[in-house]
């Protein structure tokens, strides 16, 4: 499974990848609408996980692009609640899809 974090620093990012882990997992990170440009056009994405720090029109940009780039590619957005619940959101969306396999 490849999911893309896209949060509005990388250190948060770095934070929920140093606690999150996951043998079937491929971890991709982004923090701007160009970043994940980049990864859609490199890599197959199956889940796309959206820090809520991120403006709303930027968050609204990136699941344009999302789903402009794939037919198959979900998108998980957290409310803008801090950057301490980005953490928390991301386990427990990958919980979900693990739950859903």
Aim: avoid cysteine; charged fraction near 20%.
């Amino acid at each position: 499974m490849n999911v893309l974090l896209v949060g509005r620093t990388p250190a948060v990012i770095d934070d929920v990848l140093e606690q999150v882990d996951g043998p079937a997992v491929t971890f991709y990170t982004g923090s701007s609408l160009a970043d994940v440009a980049a990864v859609l056009e490199r890599a197959q994405v199956d889940h796309v996980i959206l820090g809520g720090g991120l403006d709303l029109d930027t968050r609204l940009q990136i699941v344009r692009s999302v789903f402009e780039s794939s037919t198959s590619t979900t998108v998980h957005m957290n409310s803008p609640s801090g950057p301490d619940s980005y953490l928390p959101f991301v386990r427990a969306v990958l919980r979900g899809l693990d739950a859903g396999r």
